[in-house]
């Protein structure tokens, strides 16, 4: 409990320096549409939020679903590693696809992101999972909290139909979720009965939607989990964001390989070029 507060009392110092960059860089915040605006106002307020493919309408998205169908196949019928429920592609064979990576670089996305974290961004590119059906409920199937930054931003897109059986995306809502320190943990994860003695379970977001949704959420504010998958795999992939200047540089490594990708592409605007440069 002590370590816990004192972490507790790093973070809010932190946070006095973070407020204060965010109003200095209030202004050259881009400009976003109507509709933008709103979903920012949504993640902000919610700490998640769900919208379609069809909807946002980002450029690309077709040749993207299509680089991500053709990895998932890659990666079908493979052990799972991670927590042994899943399958994660490696940094390499995402390389293969640039179309995955340039989605997640969309000028509107970035403008997003920069928006709701208040302060220029890095775009670290994206993993694509494969979690699957059964196995115990351990690591990212605990809540949590991530701690890259003070705020970051994760857009999942499911290539699946996600239903409550199907392993979707739960996260607890940003105006009900616990300060870390008043949770119980064990080790950085939470139990299911921890939570509930907070926050009713009835009042805790599941993600479910068909293929193509997408979560905006922000994983550093909410707890979160992947439910257990029961009836079919859950195919995602999980596009991420964080400031230039991260809380926790060592876990925001880029997760492509920058100079092979500006190589494969080399028509990027200076925006895309900034966000793909991390200087930490």
């Known amino acids: ?3 816990d507060l004192r972490q507790h009392a790093n973070e809010q110092r932190w946070n006095l320096v973070y407020w204060d960059r965010r109003r200095r860089h209030r202004a050259a915040l881009p400009a976003l549409s109507a509709a933008d605006a709103a979903l920012v106002r949504r993640i902000e307020g919610e700490g998640g939020a ?14 993207m679903l299509a680089a991500g169908d053709a990895l998932q196949r890659a990666m079908a019928g493979r052990a799972p590693v991670k927590g042994g429920f899943g399958v994660q592609a490696a940094a390499e064979e995402i390389g293969r696809y640039p179309d995955l990576i340039r989605w997640g670089l969309d000028e509107r996305l970035l403008a997003i992101a920069e928006n709701y974290i208040g302060l220029p961004i890095v775009y670290r590119g994206l993993t694509v999972r494969r979690d699957i059906v059964g196995g115990d409920k351990v690591e990212t199937r605990l809540l949590h909290r991530d701690n890259e930054d003070n705020r970051i931003l994760k857009i999942i897109v499911y290539l699946n139909d996600v239903d409550e059986n199907g392993g979707p995306f739960e996260f607890i809502p940003r105006p009900l979720t616990p300060a870390s320190w008043r949770v119980p943990h064990d080790g950085s994860r939470a139990s299911d009965a921890a939570m509930a003695r907070l926050v009713p379970p009835a009042r805790w977001r599941c993600c479910t939607g068909k293929r193509g949704t997408a979560v905006f959420v922000d994983t550093c504010r909410v707890y979160h989990r992947g439910r ?3 009836t079919a795999d859950r195919l995602a992939l999980f596009f991420c964001y964080n400031s230039a200047r991260p809380l926790s540089p060592q876990w925001c490594a880029p997760l492509f390989d920058r100079a092979a990708f500006i190589a494969a592409v080399p028509a990027l605007s200076p925006a895309q070029r900034a966000a793909i440069t991390p200087r930490y």
């Open 1 to 3: 409990m002590m370590q």
């Open 50 to 63: 769900a919208t379609s493919l069809e909807d946002l309408a980002i450029p690309g998205t077709a040749a």
């Open 228 to 230: 257990i998958a029961a």
